[in-house]
């Protein structure tokens, strides 16, 4: 098993259409989260930190569910620009390496 | 702004060729660099840990011979590839901690290294 797993994709929805995203992890050792965005060719970048009661930025939602172990990522609105590569991430302490998920590729057309 | 700086953006380069690519940390030290290849299609794969002052620590699988890694400074990090060969040809990334452990990764802009 992967010690982390994301949705495979890709999806491909419409514009204004919500889609969500879901990332399990192995590691109950895990303590913090984060989704990134990877535009094609180039660097990842952070989109948000994902935080035990839930947290929301503008169209973004992530939430956390430590007891089953996994993560999501809701996305509202779709825009054209959202179009992407989404990488669920997952980090620790005491040596923990941080663990990145293969990525779900969203495609939002017109 | 970008708090990571990486260069050169691409390289091309001749087969038994080395390469030197660069990170750098601004305007904040970074005691602790990540060096990530990334081939087209696939996820990102830790290369390296690399550590001021001291030796960097290497994944699995990753020759340390053949990337040579330097953290000279705790502003700066290289990743000089040696005898370069066709299959190193990928997206090389490097990322530091703006803060403590638990927070995010922020990344370089990326290196595409292609070797002919």
């Known amino acids: 098993r992967k010690e982390v797993e994301q949705d495979p994709g890709p999806f491909n929805v419409p514009e204004g259409a919500t889609v969500a995203f879901n990332c399990t992890y192995s590691?109950?050792?895990?303590?913090?989260f984060f989704w990134y965005r990877q535009d094609c060719r180039k660097e990842p970048k952070l989109l948000m930190s994902v935080y035990s009661s839930g947290n929301e930025d503008g169209r973004f939602t992530a939430q956390l569910n430590r007891a089953s172990q996994y993560i999501s990522l809701l996305i509202r609105d779709s825009k054209l620009s959202d179009s992407a590569t989404y990488l669920c991430?997952?980090?620790?302490?005491?040596?923990?390496?941080?663990?990145f998920g293969a990525g779900t590729r969203l495609f939002v057309k017109a | 702004g970008a708090v990571v700086s990486q260069h050169p953006s691409w390289v091309i380069c001749k087969s038994g060729t080395s390469v030197k690519i660069e990170c750098r940390s601004l305007?904040?030290?970074?005691?602790?660099m990540f060096w990530y290849r990334q081939f087209p299609k696939q996820s990102l794969m830790l290369m390296a840990t690399s550590n001021e002052g001291s030796k960097a620590t290497y994944e699995q699988g990753v020759e340390k011979d053949k990337f040579l890694i330097n953290h000279a400074s705790l502003t700066l990090s290289t990743l000089t590839v040696t005898s370069a060969h066709p299959e190193d040809s990928s997206f090389y990334i490097c990322s530091a901690r703006l803060g403590q452990v638990a927070s995010p990764l922020h990344f370089g802009n990326g290196t595409r290294l292609t070797v002919t």
């Open positions: 991430v997952v980090s620790g302490t005491g040596g923990f390496k941080t663990i």
């Open positions: 590691n109950s050792a895990s303590q913090s």
């Open positions: 305007d904040f030290q970074a005691t602790t």
